[in-house]
């Protein structure tokens, strides 16, 4: 703490480069912090995918039904404990920017394959008792003011026609990264309604008895509708999820290519401005040395100069970032999960001290390899 | 006493065939040539000799600024010619103060951090370290300029804060190079006399290099250097 004045001096000395070099790196976390809110948004949820959860879905594609009468049979395949299944809707609320993803679910047992999507009871048996019901979750029902009651209507770009839906319940996440941004609609009024795909369903979620068993669940589903007409591809959720975002491109890979990018642009432009700060201070590093400071004090000091400018500048980019992500999706409905989770904050934090560790570390050996005379010659 | 061909031990300062080689290239430049020397604790000696004769890399070895080529430097009967790194670090700390031509304070650090940077590798407390450099600062006539920025300050307040700053923790040795050089003459009169009171008044051992015969008249011994061999000039007889 006695040397942290001498530290903030340092940092003072040429204010407008450091406030620059600290406004670098609120601009690389600010665009980390955004690059981790869409990915995560187009993650749908991936990461909160359950663990004892499968997805049996169309070998052929994703976009390929499976036959109705595949839930009984797998319902009754050993390890497995409970099954449901669903239909991408596909519709559109009043405008086509208005996207966000609506699924047609069995009502009886929906809910209990996701226990973390949290629903009032009385509001769940409103929706079981009304076909025409639809459940909304809470980003959703923020995003367009829709309360219980509501009458929801939605032009079908599948299913022909326009829908309406009567909003029976609003569901919640247990952990504030579960997604809420979907509409459920009821598989039994669709399938009573539609007049194509009549007798199929988009994909089963199965829930396994054990976890660890669920390779060998999966294979076995597998090799049960093995040289059918529909075969099947179980997989665990994650991967079915992954595998429903990868359909626009494989956006992980994109968004960690620019943020390495980001990252290795900000080593190379706080790398320098410390090179330069710690160059011109060389004879001033000498003198210290001269009055007895130790070449490894003066690394951690310079070090510590770089880390300070990391740790505010870092913070003010995460911090504009997390407040943006607080007035919902500016895309209008192309990111419909948009949150900024503070263990993404704690990590951008984290690669931002690194970087500044590192751009103060190396011109800093340089320095301190110096010896005295020579640093002194240097006036 | 001060001997400059070696003989009895018993000096703060015993220096045995010193030597100091620079490479430049293929080509060795000898700076200092095999020296003896004895500084008794209390003495105040000043080297004068041409520009290149090596009285600032005297001045470095004995203070642990640099590394012999060869030869022993005892001070206070400890060899620093082998300590290294953090060792050599604390042992300048703690026994040797430095007076610069140009000052050399750090110029976002006002009067009283200047001379308080020394004391922060201790474990003073704030207060006493406040104690001690207000204690610095008066010795040296500054007692009011003590947040004053050294672009705030004269040439002489400069060094006076620099001296303060080497004298701050109380090192039994001063080593001043040309502390003099870069001031007038009125000032420069100013200075020597604060160096000559720190040795006689406090029981400073002063080391200093100059070209000034005014200032080296100052000093109890003085010894010429001439390409990297010392002659000692006798009391009163500096040459001009």
Redesign the interface.
């Known amino acids: 703490m ?2 942290l ?2 530290i903030l ?2 940092l ?2 040429k204010k407008m480069r450091t406030l620059l070099t600290a406004g670098s790196f609120a601009a690389a976390l600010f665009l980390f912090g955004l690059l981790q809110v869409i990915g995560r948004s187009l993650d749908q949820g991936v990461e909160v995918a359950g663990a004892d959860r499968l997805a049996v879905r169309n070998r052929v594609s994703i976009i390929m039904p499976l036959p109705y009468s595949y839930g009984a049979q797998i319902g009754k395949l050993p390890n497995i404990r409970d099954y449901t299944w669903a239909v991408w809707f596909g519709g559109v609320y009043q405008d086509e920017r208005n996207f966000f993803p609506q699924f047609a679910v069995d009502a009886q047992s929906y809910h209990r394959v996701y226990p973390e999507l949290r629903i009032a009871d009385d509001q769940w048996q409103a929706f079981v008792a009304d076909r025409q019901g639809c459940v909304v979750g809470r980003d959703l029902a923020e995003r367009f003011g829709f309360q219980v009651g509501d009458r929801i209507p939605i032009r079908g770009t599948i299913f022909e026609g326009t829908w309406e839906f009567n909003l029976r319940a609003i569901y919640d996440g247990e952990r504030p990264e579960d997604p809420t941004s979907d509409m459920w609609i009821r598989y039994d009024y669709l399938e009573e309604t539609r007049e194509i795909l009549k007798g199929t369903v988009g994909w089963y979620v199965v829930r396994v008895d054990d976890p660890a068993r669920s390779d060998e669940v999966a294979r076995t589903i597998d090799e049960r509708f093995a040289n059918s007409s529909f075969e099947t591809r179980t997989e665990t959720e994650q991967a079915f999820l992954t595998g429903f975002a990868n359909q626009i491109g494989n956006v992980r890979l994109l968004i960690l290519s620019v943020g390495a990018v980001v990252f290795f642009t900000l080593i190379l432009v706080s790398g320098n401005t410390m090179a330069i700060a710690v160059r011109e201070r060389m ?2 590093l000498a ?11 003066l690394l951690v000091l310079v070090a510590t100069e770089a880390v300070i400018l990391a740790l505010v500048g870092g913070s003010a980019g995460l911090l504009a970032a997390k407040t943006l992500t607080r007035f919902g999706d500016p895309t209008g409905g192309l990111l419909p999960f948009f949150y900024l989770a503070p263990a993404e904050m704690a990590f951008g934090l984290l690669l931002a001290l690194a970087v500044g560790a590192v751009s103060g570390l190396i011109p800093a050996t340089a320095a301190v390899r110096t ?3 020579a640093g ?1 010659r240097g ?1 | 006493m001060v001997r400059v061909n070696g003989g009895a031990d018993g000096g703060l300062i015993r220096v045995r065939g010193l030597s100091k080689v620079y490479r430049r290239g293929e080509e060795e430049i000898h700076v200092l040539r095999s020296l003896d020397l004895d500084v008794e604790a209390g003495e105040f000696v000043a080297f004068m000799g041409p520009s290149g004769s090596g009285k600032t890399t005297l001045l470095n070895l004995i203070g642990g600024l640099d590394m012999p080529s060869a030869g022993s430097i005892r001070v206070g009967g400890e060899e620093i010619a082998e300590l290294r790194g953090a060792a050599l670090s604390r042992w300048r700390a703690r026994h040797v103060g430095f007076v610069f031509q140009s000052f050399n304070l750090i110029p976002v650090l006002d009067a009283f951090d200047n001379v308080e940077l020394p004391l922060l590798l201790t474990r003073l407390s704030r207060a006493q370290r406040y104690a001690h450099v207000s204690a610095a600062l008066r010795l040296v006539g500054l007692a009011d300029r003590i947040r004053h920025y050294p672009r705030q300050l004269s040439g002489g307040q400069e060094q006076r804060v620099a001296i303060a700053r080497a004298l701050v923790s109380d090192p039994q040795l001063l080593l001043a190079d040309e502390p003099t050089g870069d001031l007038d003459r009125q000032t420069s009169g100013e200075i020597m006399e604060l160096v000559r009171r720190l040795a006689k008044e406090f029981g400073k051992t002063v080391l200093m290099v100059t070209h000034d015969p005014l200032a080296a008249a100052l000093a109890d011994t003085v010894i010429h250097l001439d390409k990297g061999v010392l002659v000692e000039v006798p009391q009163g007889a500096a040459p001009r």
């Open positions: 006695r040397f004045p001498l001096r340092n003072g000395r004879a001033e003198v210290m040395k001269s009055l007895g400071f130790s070449n490894l004090l010896t005295i005379v002194l006036i």
